[in-house]
């Protein structure tokens, strides 16, 4: 039972999500999408996005978007945590940026670890259209973030030691 709650909820909130995008996207040509009240605009990415993941699920299984899906929630949660390092470092209490740092590091690592091999695999079963989204995600979200992750590293340790601090720039 939890599992089938689980998947609906986690399915019923990225479509909305991904709605919204989508008409965030639209809204860039057709300014009228934007509005999440327009009825019309509504249905249309409602339908852009149904119509994605079902495609998805009838031509490959959920064994394919559930992955994809997977490497989407946790560099999600790597933006969220290099937020919160950020607001930490910037209001001047950088010794306290491990506790959101560390998790955002580790995530970061095997998240992208994971989602370049899945790049890979799904280049080699010839799934390009799963290459492609698996690798914007991972674009959109500044591509490989290890490097920036050792210079994030190198600047908490040089804040916690109360030598010069930086103020790191939030991603939003």
Do not use: E, K, V
């Given at each position: 039972m939890f599992e089938a709650l689980f998947i609906l909820t986690t399915v019923d909130t990225g479509t909305r999500v991904a709605r919204f995008a989508v008409g965030e996207f639209i809204g860039k040509a057709i300014p009228t999408f934007r509005r999440a009240d327009w009825l019309p605009g509504a249905i249309v990415t409602t339908l852009l996005v149904v119509g994605g993941w079902s495609y998805?699920?009838?031509?490959?299984g959920i064994d394919t978007i559930w992955p994809m899906f997977g490497i989407a929630n946790q560099l999600l949660a790597v933006i969220a945590l290099s937020v919160g390092t950020s607001v930490i470092i910037n209001s001047g209490k950088a010794r306290y940026a491990w506790v959101t740092a560390a998790p955002m590091v580790a995530i970061a690592f095997t998240t992208v670890t994971a989602g370049i091999l899945k790049f890979d695999e799904f280049l080699e079963r010839k799934a390009t259209l799963n290459a492609a989204l698996t690798g914007a995600m991972l674009v959109c979200t500044g591509g490989d973030p290890r490097e920036r992750l050792v210079a994030l590293a190198r600047r908490l340790?040089?804040?916690a030691r109360g030598r010069a601090r930086e103020r790191i720039a939030s991603p939003c």
């Open positions: 998805f699920i009838l031509t490959q340790a040089r804040g």
